[in-house]
């Protein structure tokens, strides 16, 4: 058995890729799991984290951006996690991440980077963040790899960068974290979990609580569109094990609103153009 990697998960959830996620690193055997932070981390988001750690028999410290949001879950989560119990400890996520980010810790942003504010304006050093976001353009990606909805583009739009702009500027060359690792769209809409997936899963020999959990969510979306993007994690697959995806060296920018990369001699960070689609599915199983 390898070293186990210690992370810190950054979440919301809009998306519930972020709660698939938090199921996929309790579960992962490689993975301690030292704390999560919520944005914007309401009652009910905190009881759907502590009520998943309770499932697992785990213990992480839980932090809150803004434990006073009267954000409310969707009925998705009502309908397939059952009744919620609101949680007011009002712990705050600085607290958390003051705490439980060093060196050897990896922090998961799932969402956008709000929280990452209190790493900048502390006196913490962070060894790796690996982000949901950003964009790499077809001035970075090989031709054959880029998807067609990207063709053409060198700058687009991210939901969770665009949510915390002026953070991830701020973040992107701080001297505060040591590496930077960008999952990015053009890259993560690619990975769905459609019916070929659902297939591998319900045919997996050892399930473990995520594989149970996604089998038994995921007809929700598959009798809807047939696939649902799991862009989350690709990014945890990527916080555990590099070599899932294939990085390069960029400077991320940000541009009228819009994201984008170019080469530099002064890179800020890595980001993925292409992955390895079948020892990221053997990752997800539990079999690597």
């Known amino acids: 058995m390898k070293e186990k990697i210690d992370i810190v998960f950054d979440m919301e959830t809009g998306d519930p890729d972020d709660l698939w996620t938090l199921y996929f690193l309790l579960s992962h055997p490689r993975v301690n799991l030292k704390a999560v932070t919520v944005v914007p981390g309401s009652p009910e988001q905190i009881g759907l984290v502590k009520s998943v750690l309770k499932e697992f028999r785990k213990e992480a410290d839980v932090g809150s951006n803004d434990p006073d949001s009267p954000y409310e ?32 810790t990896v922090l998961l942003t799932g969402g956008p980077p709000k929280n990452m504010q209190h790493i900048l304006d502390e006196d913490v050093h962070l060894g790796r963040w690996v982000a949901q976001g950003g964009f790499a353009g077809d001035n970075i990606v090989p031709r054959h790899l880029v998807m067609e909805k990207f063709k053409g583009m060198k700058t687009c739009p991210t939901f969770n ?126 079999e690597l």
Request: aromatic share 12%; with cysteine.
């Open 73 to 104: 879950l969707s009925r998705f989560y009502k309908k397939h996690y059952g009744n919620i119990e609101r949680c007011y400890n009002k712990v705050f996520a600085k607290d958390v991440l003051i705490l439980n980010c060093d060196n050897n």
């Open 161 to 286: 960068l665009n949510g915390a702009p002026k953070v991830t500027e701020e973040a992107l060359v701080s001297s505060k974290i040591s590496e930077r690792y960008f999952v990015s769209k053009n890259v993560c809409h690619s990975v769905v979990y459609d019916e070929e997936m659902d297939w591998a899963f319900k045919n997996c020999e050892n399930k473990n609580s995520f594989v149970e959990m996604m089998i038994r969510v995921m007809p929700h979306y598959l009798g809807k569109g047939n696939h649902k993007k799991i862009h989350d994690l690709l990014a945890a697959v990527c916080a555990i094990d590099l070599s899932i995806g294939t990085f390069v060296s960029v400077e991320l920018y940000r541009e009228n609103g819009k994201w984008g990369s170019r080469y530099s001699e002064t890179p800020n960070c890595q980001i993925i153009i292409d992955y390895d689609k079948e020892k990221f599915l053997y990752m997800l199983l539990g």
